[in-house]
């Protein structure tokens, strides 16, 4: 592809032609045997030093060399590719520039650039330092992965960010018809104050900010498309073993779903022993709705201010952490995975975080304090972790379909670490199956050891220490293979 943007070249509508090359070099120092980039030379050999501008010509890309009164025009040829960018940014604000290179039979080899002052000299500046900064990290870079162009490929706008005032309004006249109404309300009054020059710089700032943030949110319908209960079931399968009357909770929930194509009034409270993967639940559970993710660690939330925001009359003020998460998912349907509910407390604000919860659960709508506008929660679904939920208080409860994780039976434990967690461990390890040989005494002795804990994370602890220490042994005594029996995980687990 060409180094420069033609598209708001008003002189010429011309297709530009691209005269160089790409290669690929991870070289960290540029020489005139390894250059940045090579110059056509054929007519005209060019000074070690020679100073210029890169241009965005119609019809070819190049560099302007400035002889005395004179204006010379070279041909690119090739250009490393990781500095294909720089030399387009160099071009497109016209920087003077001073080339330091040799003379080849190929062309004029690159290997230096330095910005100048107008007059040919060295500026040694601000300006050249950034320059210099941007080629070192450029050098000590790999070269960047080839891609392979698709012509019929559909340009998209989902990297596009509104954050200028001028791209806000620009919005709101051509698209602010998708907004729902009392957002677009909102925006036109912050859009006043961003603009008035009635208000302190103050307010005008974090109205503009508050605008960005919520434009870049797509707010979507609450029309859900059916999901493939068999591809649910296998993600949850996939993710999980056992739980059968969990997964079948949830199968339950994604009919209903398919039925009324709306998300259920009730969230989803996972109540459990610490390590019985209810998390891994919530995460399977979103990725089965094809819906964005946050996490809420409610344990770590001591004021509602935390989730509600800041009032816009502090100068520090931001917006709280659901509306973050919002802006994060850069959509209103998203899943909102609550984890420790149980956990939280009254803090140093003047209310329980957990129940500022409340109004988000409702699907009415949440207001947070720095944006100043109530938000449509219709598309947001909860699902909560707990380990105790007599802690939990009743109004917040009763906004949940309560879910009991049961402890896993000795049996399912042994499964889930023959099957899950040692051949998982031993992947990450590069280790065969065969290289780690672990006697079905020895898991009796692996489930024994640790009888009295819940969950399974100390069953993945102990394969990560056995499968170390078979690796260790491996590398060490050069063998074949570790064999571990009962005797031998009791000691190594004591």
């Not at 200028?164 to 909102?186: E, H, K, Y």
Request: charged fraction near 25%; proline fraction near 5%; aromatic fraction near 8%.
């Amino acid at each position: 592809m060409p180094v420069f943007d033609f598209n708001n070249d008003t002189s010429g509508r011309e297709e530009p032609e691209c005269t160089y090359t790409t290669y690929r070099s991870s070289e960290p120092e540029a020489s005139a045997e390894k250059p940045i980039l090579l110059l056509d030379n054929r007519d005209q050999e060019w000074k070690h030093h020679s100073c210029g501008t890169f241009v965005s010509p119609n019809k070819r890309t190049a560099f302007e060399f400035r002889e005395g009164d004179e204006t010379l025009s070279a041909d690119i040829l090739q250009i490393d590719a990781r500095f294909v960018s720089l030399i387009r940014w160099l071009g497109e604000h016209r920087i003077p520039v001073r080339l330091s290179g040799k003379n080849r039979e190929d062309g004029y080899a690159v290997y230096r650039i330095r910005e100048t002052a107008f007059g040919g000299g060295a500026k040694l500046s601000a300006e050249d330092g950034f320059l210099q900064f941007m080629i070192e990290r450029l050098l000590a870079g790999s070269a960047p992965s080839e891609e392979q162009e698709d012509e019929d490929q559909e340009e998209t706008g989902d990297e596009m960010k509104l954050t200028s005032l001028q791209s806000i309004t620009d919005f709101m006249t051509c698209a602010g018809r998708t907004l729902p109404d009392n957002i677009r309300l909102w925006a036109r009054r912050n859009l006043a104050v961003a603009r008035s020059n009635e208000v302190s710089p103050e307010e005008r700032r974090h109205a503009q900010r508050a605008l960005s943030i919520m434009m870049n949110i797509q707010w979507k319908h609450n029309y859900f498309e059916a999901i493939d209960p068999q591809e649910a079931r296998r993600i949850l399968d996939e993710e999980l073993y056992g739980m059968e009357r969990v997964k079948q909770r949830i199968i339950e929930t994604i009919i209903q779903i398919n039925r009324t194509h709306t998300l259920p009034a009730y969230g989803l409270l996972l109540v459990g022993p610490a390590g019985t993967g209810k998390s891994q639940i919530a995460y399977a559970v979103a990725r089965i709705l094809k819906l964005p993710w946050t996490t809420l660690d409610m344990s770590s939330i001591n004021d509602p201010e935390q989730l509600t925001g800041s009032s816009r009359v502090y100068a520090n003020a931001k917006p709280g952490i659901i509306m973050e998460a919002f802006s994060a998912a850069g959509e209103s349907n998203l899943v909102f995975i609550i984890n420790e509910l149980d956990k939280a407390s009254a803090g140093k604000g003047s209310g329980n975080p957990a129940d500022v919860l409340l109004t988000l659960l409702d699907n009415l709508g949440f207001t947070d304090n720095y944006m100043e506008c109530m938000v449509p929660t219709v598309g947001v679904y909860p699902i909560a972790t707990a380990n105790d939920k007599e802690k939990i208080s009743a109004p917040l409860m009763s906004r949940f379909a309560v879910i009991d994780i049961p402890d896993y039976t000795p049996e399912e434990k042994k499964v889930i670490f023959s099957r899950f967690a040692l051949p998982k461990v031993l992947r990450r390890m590069s280790l065969r199956a065969h290289e780690c040989i672990v006697t079905p005494e020895a898991v009796d002795a692996v489930i024994e050891k640790y009888a009295d804990t819940t969950g399974i994370r100390d069953l993945e602890q102990a394969a990560e220490h056995i499968a170390a220490n078979a690796l260790y042994q491996i590398e060490v005594n050069h063998i074949p293979e570790a064999v571990f029996d009962a005797e031998k995980v009791r000691e190594l687990l004591a």
